[in-house]
């Protein structure tokens, strides 16, 4: 059987399935989002080039469910985390509002890719520059398209900060950073932020 | 390339035909206004040129010139390949009154194309059976692809989100994601101000 950390101030108490039955109200919340954060129910709304990379990551290779994103839901009533893969035109703005609002709370967005996140090189008449004008965003991912492995540190950190109850906009940095040739590594996932880096 | 064709325009269209000229082995034909529609029918219809495939129409704005657009079609003829270009001059200075004769009594797929071209740049094909925009919103007004459109101008549909920073370019910096993109064109048909194609 699985465990289920919880993160309590500086000490992290783990708890084994099968014990401690009777939790406390308190600690309801962190086991929802546990729950939550495991089974995001998807919502795609792909408008451009950018669905290709999405298809790869639904794929085997890289296989997306293995973070419990695993099932599509066409319809935006019964899904928690709206993927923006592309550019959004101004004549499709109030359609993804719309979409936006039918969707039931909690609800969660993810732009995919550098003309969600903010518009990208469509400078121009027809297209919103990111998707942050029209509805709020919760994870944007950069690139054009994003790596595959970019888009899964997108959802991790999406998970974690499902888990922390987090909703201040987080982005995706490029795990090498070509100005500086450093290499980034990982995106940050902050189990605690007390906890020393 | 197509030089007979240009011949067998000239011979049956003295007056129309304002100039030609080929670059790249294509044969580019001017012609007058009037006769836009006519010129068009006789190169369908004609046995010696045949042509039956409406490649693209469009349309150019030249802002200093007057008249100031010019509409181009590209013809082909599938069963004899050759291709021809035509081209007109129509319209005042201030783009208001853009009138030219419809083509899509002669090739269906001008119906689209020159919705397309009314959409983006106001030209107004008399004759067309539903010109309205094809690509924008119908609440969206002027002609984006005019040079006096404003490079900056957009016309949401909806309102943006009332929350602080809203114009801000993204979450990342500007060395992030796609540096090229995002520039102002503001500068450009300003007097004293050279453009971003101009050598300095």
Not at chain 1, 105 to 129: M, R
Not at chain 2, 3 to 27: C, E, I, K, M
Not at chain 2, 85 to 107: M, N, Y
């Amino acid at each position: 059987m699985g465990e289920l950390n919880l993160p309590t101030g500086t000490r992290t108490e783990t708890l084994e399935a099968g014990e401690g039955a009777a939790f406390a109200t308190t600690r309801l919340k962190d086991m929802l989002s546990w729950a939550q954060k495991y089974s995001l129910f998807m919502y795609p709304f792909v408008t451009a080039c950018c669905g290709m990379e999405f298809m790869s990551l639904s794929g085997p290779r890289f296989d997306f469910s293995r973070f419990g994103a695993e099932a599509p839901r066409f319809s935006p009533r019964q899904s928690d985390l709206l993927w923006v893969v592309g550019t959004i035109t101004q004549r499709q703005a109030p359609i993804l509002r719309r979409i936006y609002e039918q969707m039931m709370e909690p609800k969660y967005v993810l732009a995919f890719g550098t003309c969600a996140s903010c518009g990208g090189f469509y400078d121009n008449y027809a297209c919103v520059a990111g998707i942050d004008k029209i509805i709020p965003c919760d994870v944007y991912v950069p690139g054009c398209p994003p790596r595959p492995e970019g888009v899964l540190d997108g959802l991790m950190l999406l998970q974690d900060k499902i888990q922390r109850g987090d909703r201040t906009p987080g982005f995706v940095k490029p795990r090498r950073d070509p100005a500086s040739d450093q290499t980034l590594g990982m995106v940050t996932l902050r189990r605690n932020k007390d906890a020393a880096p | 390339m197509a030089q007979h064709l240009v011949g067998l325009v000239r011979q049956a269209f003295p007056a129309a035909v304002l100039s030609s000229h080929a670059q790249h082995g294509d044969d580019t034909l001017v012609v007058a206004p009037s006769a836009w529609h006519d010129v068009h029918a006789f190169l369908k219809s004609d046995a010696r040129t045949k042509m039956d495939m409406l490649v693209d129409l469009t349309a150019v704005d030249y802002p200093d010139r007057e008249p100031r657009f010019e509409v181009v079609t590209h013809l082909l003829s599938l069963e004899l390949g050759h291709r021809l270009r035509l081209k007109v001059a129509v319209g005042d200075s201030e783009g208001e009154v853009v009138e030219i004769a419809t083509l899509t009594d002669l090739w269906a797929s001008a119906n689209w194309l020159e919705r397309e071209c009314f959409d983006m740049l106001g030209v107004k094909f008399v004759g067309h059976p539903d010109l309205r925009r094809i690509l924008l919103y119908p609440e969206f007004v002027g002609h984006p692809l005019r040079k006096d459109y404003p490079a900056n101008k957009i016309q949401p549909l909806i309102p943006f989100r009332e929350v602080d920073n809203i114009e801000k370019v993204a979450p990342f910096g500007l060395d992030e994601g796609m540096s090229f993109g995002r520039q102002s064109h503001d500068s450009w048909g300003k007097s004293g101000e050279s453009g971003p194609g101009e050598a300095n």
